[in-house]
């Protein structure tokens, strides 16, 4: 996809694109960088050597059933969110990292608005993903979405399926959240608009 200008809720301006092989060591460091506990609420565990590996799955965008996205702010990647398709080709799993000093801003959100796009575009129609029950943040972002929703309740984790049709519920959502984007103050020196994306 092409570079997409995006506005966080604290009125910072971001881009949302695909990541491409050049992306490894961000998208690494993203990875490395990341709390016990949540590698924990993103992998169930993970070691350095699977940090790498998962890099260059992520970077590469050869394949056609997967695809990632990365949020930079100030050419910085600050979060990542991918898919894989399923053995049945409506079906694609996802999962989600935001860097941690950026959380709480719309990140995540705004990063499913784009893959939802990009899935929706090479016939995905609903995404899975494995939730911890305890990982309530994920879980809140999945349901904030507008999309509908259904979640199975066994523990310790949640499957949750979210379907791609874009109902109105949804479109409004989104309406919704870009108008209150829109209306954060930007801080102080943000770039607001006048930066392009150096990535
Ligand atoms: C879960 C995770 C991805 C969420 O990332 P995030 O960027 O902080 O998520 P968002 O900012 O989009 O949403 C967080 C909150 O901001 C709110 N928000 C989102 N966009 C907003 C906007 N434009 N304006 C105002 N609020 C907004 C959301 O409603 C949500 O509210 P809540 O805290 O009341 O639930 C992040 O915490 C993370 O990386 N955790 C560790 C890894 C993990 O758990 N991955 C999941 C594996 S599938």
Redesign the pocket.
């Known amino acids: 996809m092409k570079a997409a200008r995006v506005r966080l809720?604290d009125g910072e301006v971001a881009w949302v694109r695909g990541l491409h092989p050049a992306d490894v060591p961000a998208v690494r460091a993203l990875h490395v960088h990341?709390s016990d506990r949540?590698r924990y609420?993103?992998f169930f565990g993970l070691g350095p050597a699977g940090a790498a590996k998962l890099a260059a799955h992520l970077s590469d965008d050869s394949g056609t059933g997967h695809g990632a996205l990365g949020c930079f702010l100030h050419d910085r990647l600050v979060?990542v969110a991918q898919y894989e398709v399923l053995e049945d080709p409506d079906e694609a799993e996802?999962?989600?990292?935001?860097d941690a000093p950026?959380?709480?801003?719309?990140?995540?959100?705004?990063l499913l608005e784009h893959l939802i796009d990009v899935a929706g575009q090479k016939g995905v129609r609903r995404f899975v993903?494995d939730?911890l029950a305890e990982?309530s943040?994920?879980l809140?972002?999945f349901a904030?979405l507008g999309l509908p929703i259904r979640t199975s309740a066994s523990s310790p984790e949640r499957h949750v399926i979210l379907s791609l049709d874009p109902t109105r519920d949804y479109r409004d959502a989104v309406a919704r959240?870009a108008a209150?984007?829109a209306a954060a103050p930007p801080w102080p020196g943000s770039a607001d608009g006048s930066a392009g994306c150096g990535c």
Do not use: E, P
Not at 94 to 98: H, P, R, S, T, Y
Not at 102 to 110: D, E, K, P, W, Y
């Open positions: 809720s990341l949540d609420y993103r979060g996802i999962a989600l990292v935001v950026t959380r709480a801003h719309g990140v995540a959100t705004l993903a939730v990982n943040k994920m809140g972002v904030a959240r209150a984007a």
